[in-house]
């Protein structure tokens, strides 16, 4: 790249449960070679993982609950309050579940309501597992923070001939300011707040099923990595970095790009 843009960081998300409802933040304090604060803190396991929290290793998605073969998550609104560990499922606009993830009991209560909510998606008993500290559930092993180029949404819109919500990408950042496709030749490039949180952008992110699925009304209507693969040759959209300088990033600050 010759001329370097200015970005704008649109919008920050969290998602605290894998497969769960994306929480919108106004910032977000990020530290040197973390994770994304309070993202993918806890997933549901479907049926034994041989995930083993005392040394945790990488484990493929399709071991938890997840929007690719579990779409009627997205028929769930669910918060996370990293204040107290309560996470609030809620359905059809009413109150379905609370319960506290730090306790044996809350988490109990969370997992009988997914048991009956989705049995026919469940291989084994419905388990919350807890990230040990330098651990996320992330689908990529080094996925610290996620970006997504909104640019490249809207020419996606054109490709499929439809709208196309940001969120089913389930990305940490949205930014604005580069041109449609412009994130995958960032690689190696370093993104700087006004703050001074550097991100070092280091892979793109391949697409999957669960961006097929609508995340307001948890339909698969959509054939996102299809798409991408007929008119790119690829199913890259957005890209990962990993937190160099930490800081605070806040909504609707200039990002540099070097």
């Known amino acids: 790249m010759t001329d370097m843009p200015s970005l704008r960081l649109d919008a920050l998300y969290r998602y605290p449960v894998k ?5 919108s933040i106004t910032h ?11 993202d993918r803190l806890f997933a549901v396991e479907n049926g034994p993982s041989g995930f083993d929290p005392a040394a945790p290793v990488h484990q493929p998605k399709i071991k938890f609950l997840m929007l690719m073969r ?7 609104d669910t918060r996370y309050d990293p204040t107290d560990g309560t996470l609030t499922i809620r359905q059809g606009g009413a109150i379905a579940a609370r319960g506290d993830l730090a306790q044996p009991q809350g988490r109990a209560t969370i997992e009988d309501f997914l048991t009956r909510y989705m049995p ?11 990230a ?13 923070v996620s970006l997504l180029n909104l640019a490249s949404v809207a020419a996606l819109e054109t490709m499929t001939g439809a709208a196309v919500d940001p969120l089913r990408f389930r990305a940490n950042l949205h930014v604005t300011g580069l041109d449609a496709w412009a994130e995958l030749d960032l690689v190696d490039h370093t993104l700087t ?12 992110t391949q697409r999957c099923a669960a961006t097929n699925v609508d995340p307001a009304t948890g339909q698969r209507d959509l054939a996102i990595p299809r798409t991408l693969a007929q008119h790119l040759g690829h199913t890259d959209c957005g890209v990962y970095a990993e937190v160099l300088e930490g800081g ?3 909504a609707g600050e200039a990002l540099s790009l070097g």
Do not use: C, M, W
């Open 193 to 204: 707040s006004p703050g001074g949180v550097r991100l070092r952008i280091h892979k793109r």
């Open 19 to 23: 497969g769960l409802s994306p929480e």
């Open 28 to 38: 977000a304090t990020l530290r040197n070679g973390d994770y994304f604060p309070d």
């Open 120 to 130: 026919g998606s469940l291989r084994g008993p419905a388990r919350i597992l807890s």
């Open 248 to 250: 605070v990033l806040t």
């Open 70 to 76: 579990d779409e009627a998550l997205a028929q769930l």
């Open 132 to 144: 040990p500290g330098g651990y996320r559930f992330t689908d990529s092993p080094r996925g610290f």
